[in-house]
């Protein structure tokens, strides 16, 4: 079956760095556009990240845009999300998630979705 596992969350002071990881089976992952997401306490799902199939092309939400970069290694069928320069506002619980097409901030496109990895920025 198809399954999303994230991995690299934690308790990190503000100005630290995390790096999460997406890591996919079940699925063709080289034929998947991948998006991060995050989630805090009482607030709606937001989009962070987006990396097309072929890793050619990426978006950011202009909060993480310059700190956080989506990579993918299509052969390992992983995602990755290095953060930098974090903040108390990156605490969320962040997802993965996999989708073929459409707008990559909507969460209503995506196909498979992952459990999510607590990320914690003291301040």
């Known amino acids: 079956q198809v399954q999303l596992v994230e991995s690299g969350g934690g308790l990190v002071q503000a100005g630290g760095s995390l790096r999460l990881s997406c890591a996919t089976s079940?699925?063709?992952?080289?034929?998947?556009?991948m998006g991060w997401f995050r989630q805090a306490p009482g607030k709606e799902r937001e989009f962070v990240a987006f990396?097309?199939?072929?890793?050619?092309?990426?978006n950011y939400a202009d909060s993480v845009k310059g700190r956080f970069t989506v990579s993918r290694d299509n052969a390992k069928g992983t995602v990755y999300l290095q953060m930098n320069s974090l903040k108390p506002e990156d605490t969320a619980v962040y997802y993965c998630?996999?989708?073929?097409?459409?707008?990559?901030?909507?969460?209503?496109?995506?196909?498979?979705w992952g459990q999510g990895t607590q990320v914690t920025v003291s301040s």
């Open positions: 998630a996999a989708q073929t097409w459409g707008a990559r901030g909507r969460t209503t496109v995506y196909d498979y």
């Open positions: 990396i097309t199939w072929s890793g050619g092309n990426t």
């Open positions: 079940g699925i063709a992952f080289s034929l998947y556009n």
